[in-house]
Nanobody
Framework: QVQLVESGGGLVQAGGSLRLSCAAS????????MRWYRQAPGKQRELVAE???????NYADSVKGRFTISRDNAKKTMYLQMNSLKPEDTAVYYC?????WGQGTQVIVSS
């Protein structure tokens, strides 16, 4: 059984930065990908970034150049460094490992 707990969300002004963390408990294999998703009010959940074994990374076009995903396998923790935040980044951010999801952390970017 895997549990994921996100943290680091909050209220920030446009142009600011936040760092999200996703701490995992249970058995995590570094060979498996981990992902960040987000869901804004009234919108579908969307993939923001993923990190695979290697590691290699992939980003949604909307966050490329602004967000950086990373993971510390020894700490079983994944991160999302978010810079140059925009109001449209406002959403609940979720981490995912295989079929497991965290409870989400709210990010609000004010203009």
């Amino acid at each position: 059984q895997v549990q994921l707990v996100e943290s680091g969300g909050g209220l920030v002004q446009a142009g600011g930065s936040l760092r999200l963390s996703c701490a995992a408990s249970g058995t995590i294999f570094s060979a498996n990908s981990m992902r960040w998703y987000r869901q804004a009010p009234g919108k579908q959940r969307e993939l923001v970034a993923e990190i695979t074994s290697g590691p290699s990374t992939n980003y949604a076009d909307s966050v490329k150049g602004r967000f950086t995903i990373s993971r510390d396998n020894a700490k079983k923790t994944m991160y999302l460094q978010m810079n140059s935040l925009k109001p449209e980044d406002t959403a609940v951010y979720y981490c995912r490992y295989l079929a497991y999801w965290g409870q989400g952390t709210q990010v609000i970017v004010s203009s």
